[in-house]
């Protein structure tokens, strides 16, 4: 069946450092793979997205690459911030299907030590 | 902040009631889908509407039913509630066949 796994589920990192989070996705339709943040009682937010058509994006501290052979995804964050503390999601979708079901990952607590 | 929202904001119900909630979609957006958000997992799809038709469906039984409207809002019904339906639960908007969506700010269902 259809599923994305997310790895770690918890990241502890030191305010400067880099965070990585990893997914991988079974249905090899899937072709659009955004990220969300979510912080405590809040909404899950989009902060980056990536579709099959290219491998890598960048946004300021942010970064996601994909491997469609490997079927997997990551999120970098580099020099991370006190404020980066959340839940993050990651998601694999078919975009420009009928309907999208959006698959997400469990989600990675990152907190972040000043 | 997106211009996603629901009502109501929480919610407390007793096994066995029924609820609706609901959500506005953003402007511009012609698809709702709605996930159910146990605490500490991720979202579950739910169902998707568009065009004032269900659109797609998760692993969900049939109690869990909804409406589109014509200007594109939505509700979620949720017949014969069991403690396991307590969970956050979120609609998102969004253009048919485009992957970015928008999340609302949730209701948080308590079934006791």
């Known amino acids: 069946g259809e599923n994305v796994e997310q790895h770690p589920s918890t990241l502890s990192v030191q305010e400067g450092d880099s965070a990585v989070i990893k997914c991988t996705y079974s249905d090899s339709a899937s072709n659009y793979f955004p990220w969300y943040k979510q912080e405590l009682g809040k909404r899950p937010q989009l902060i980056i997205d990536i579709r099959s058509n290219v491998g890598e994006k960048k946004d300021q501290r942010i970064a996601v690459t994909l491997n469609k052979t490997a079927k997997h995804f990551s999120l970098h964050i580099t020099e991370t911030q006190p404020e980066d503390s959340a839940v993050y999601f990651c998601a694999a979708v078919e975009e420009g299907k009928s309907w999208g079901k959006f698959q997400f990952g469990a989600g990675t607590q990152v907190v972040v030590t000043p | 902040e997106t211009g996603v929202t629901q009502s109501p904001t929480h919610l407390i119900k007793t096994r066995g009631q029924q609820v609706t909630l609901r959500c506005s979609s953003q402007s511009g957006h012609n698809t709702v889908s709605w996930y159910q958000q146990a605490l500490g997992q991720g979202p579950q799809f739910i169902f998707q509407?568009?065009?004032?038709?269900?659109?797609g469906r998760g692993n969900f039984p049939p109690r869990f039913s909804g409406l589109q409207f014509p200007n594109y809002s939505s509700e979620l019904n949720v017949n014969a509630l069991e403690l396991d339906d307590s969970a956050l639960y979120l609609c998102?908007?969004?253009?048919?066949?485009?992957?970015?969506?928008?999340f609302g700010p949730g209701t948080r269902l308590t079934v006791t």
């Open positions: 509407y568009y065009r004032e038709e269900e659109n």
């Open positions: 998102a908007s969004s253009l048919q066949g485009v992957g970015e969506q928008y």
